[in-house]
Structure formats: C-alpha cells, structure tokens
C-alpha cells in the first residue's frame, strides 16, 4: 500500500468542492470553505461547484450550478446534491462537500445535525409531537433523508467537524460517524497588529461610522441567532458615547431597526449589510461583541481577534470556539448570552479597566496567531491524502 507521505509527494489531486454559495458574503462556511480552495489551489487543481458564484481565483476552475427552483429551498438542496453527484461522479481524486448531501469521500459539517436539533432533549409527548411534524412535513423528511446518508458509514468517507463541541454533538447524534470523525478548525490569513489610532479613524470614515466613541461591532448574517436582540438591549444600558456596526446580511435590517427604535438606541446602531471584505469594520472598531445562541466554531471571532480586539463571547454550550479560550485571559465569555444585562455588564468593564482591555488584545493576537489558514489546509491536505491511502 502507498504510504500517505509517498502520495504526497508525487500526486496533484483533482479536488471538486461542493458549495452552494461560493461568496466571502455567504457566511462563515462559505469563507472557510474558501480560504481552503485559496490555500490548495497552488498545490492542485480545484475545481468549484456552486449556484452563486462570487469568487475568482488563479488556478481554480468554476462550474455554475443550475438552479431552476431556488424556492422551496429543500427541493433546491437535492437538486444541487442530484446535479453534483451527476457531474463529479467520475474524473475527481477528492469530492469535498460542505453541503448536506450523499456523495462525497469528504464531508465538512459546519452547523448542528438537523436530528439533533429536531429531537435533542425531548421525550415522551414532546418527541411524538415532534415526530409528527417530521412525517407531515416533505422539507424535514428531506434534510433528515440528506442527512442521514450523509452520515451513513462508508469505507473511507471522513467527517470533518469545526470543533471539538461540534465532535461530541455529531458523536451523540449518528454514533456511528465516530470512527471518521476528525476536527479541522478554521483559521486566519496572518495574525496582525492592533490597528493605530489614525487607521482606525480612516477606517471609520470609509465605513461612515461615528469618529468617536465606544464602537462595538457585531457579524452575522442570522441577526437573531447571533444574539443581535440581546446586544441592542445591552447597548441602551451603555453610554451614550457607544455605538454598534452591524455587518451581515441586509434584509433583516428593517426587523432589527425596529427594535433599536423601541429600546432607543437607533441613532446608535449602524446597520453596513454584508461587506465582501470585513477587514475596515474590524479595524474600526474597539471590541467584538457575539452572544450567539447557536454557532459550532465563529470564524468572526477568530478574526475579530487576529485583529486585536477583545471580544465578549457566548460560552462553548452556545458557541465552539469559547472550548478554546479562557475567561479574562484571551475573552470575556458569557453563561447566558439572554442577559443583557451580564452582557452590559462586561463590555462596561473593557470601557472602565484599561489593563484588561490591553491584556485581551495581546492574549487575542497570541491566540489567533496560533490559528493560521496554511496550517488548516495541510491538515485538509493530509486527510485527502490518507482518504486516497484507505481506499488502495
């Protein structure tokens, strides 16, 4: 049998990778499925396979997806998943697929199973009640089918999950994938410097954001999710001096709008839509806010904190990367992301106590540095490799 380091050496693989939305505007899987094709690309040929398409890249070949019903989404996922399979059925080394579908030696899974989301915690007449819904409904019978040959065991197939709390969900959920399992967590393109005072405020200019100020920033592209209700109601218990940026998608704004207006806070909350280049929002601002009630990694937090800012993070139960830091050292980390108050609470402390702020910036650029993009594509790298190596 070829050893992995012999087929590594010798072998350009062709890799087809599977995503629906192929924009740095997608969300985080999207950019992290990204930054890998951006990291191999050199190394060999990739070959893209999505339904919306903004991303150009020397060396990468792009196949445009169709797309003849986008809505009902669930008949649209099997589409592609039907189309995909069609077309990388032959002629690939590696099919990669961050998607919910059955074809593909490698899997990325970049959000809860939909079984454990559906059934997890509930028994009795909660999981009957439940049930019932499931089999009334085309669209969760379909996830669930997707889902549940997506997981199946199949020799050689790897599983690659985000986070080590992601992990244990996936294990708990389909036991079976334990075996295949492997955690590859994102990362970042270089770990830098705290911005300078004069970047930070041409920053500010070129986003339109206040010049002064306590600036608070906020990335998601599910407002709600992300913990955005809970962040507007902190920032009417802040001073006046501070503002929020929200980044992500643009066409929850008028909901959100609202409640900032209910609770008094408009004139302080900038809404900026999706941004294909996060990078000015981060330089502007002082401090990461994300009381997310559901995110396997956070790739913002990642690169909130590459770029220095002290970040107020969900604890692990909510949020994968918080199994990785430690409160007051490189985070302040929140139990219950719902209070707004604690979440208050804690960014007033980054206002009020210099020494702390000064010591999660350093802490966060340690961190990040340790998180680079070119060590997570040599481990992608590898478990292609030891993927081709099983199936000799």
Known sequence: MTSVAQLAAKKRLRIAVLNRVFSPTGGGAERYSI??????????????F????????????YHTVSSPLIKPRWINQLWYAATTWWATRRGFDIVHSHENTWHGQVQTVHVLPI????????????????????????????????EYVRFSSQDGRCIVVTSGSLMKQMASTYPATAPALRVVTPGI??????????????ARQRLGLPEAGHGILFVGNDYRKKGLTTLIRALGQLPDNTWLAVVGNASQIPEFQAQAKATGTLSRV???GALNDVSDAYVASDYLAHPTLEDTFAMVVLEAMAHGLPVVVSSERYCGISGLLT???NALILEDPRDSKVLADALLRLFQEPSLRHRLRQAAIAFASLHQWSSTALEQEAIYFSVLNAAD
């Open 35 to 48: 930054a890998l094709v951006e990291q191999l690309a050199p190394c060999h040929e990739i070959h893209v």
């Open 50 to 61: 999505a339904q919306q398409i903004d991303h150009h890249w020397p060396g990468v070949t």
């Open 115 to 146: 079984k454990y989301s559906l059934f997890q915690g509930r028994s009795g007449w909660r999981l009957a009640l439940r049930w019932l819904k499931v089999v009334t409904s085309p669209r969760l019978l379909a996830y669930l089918w997707l």
């Open 189 to 202: 393109t270089l770990a830098g410097d705290i911005a300078a005072l004069s970047q930070q405020l041409a």
């Open 270 to 272: 900038i809404f900026l």
């Open 327 to 329: 409160h007051e050292t």
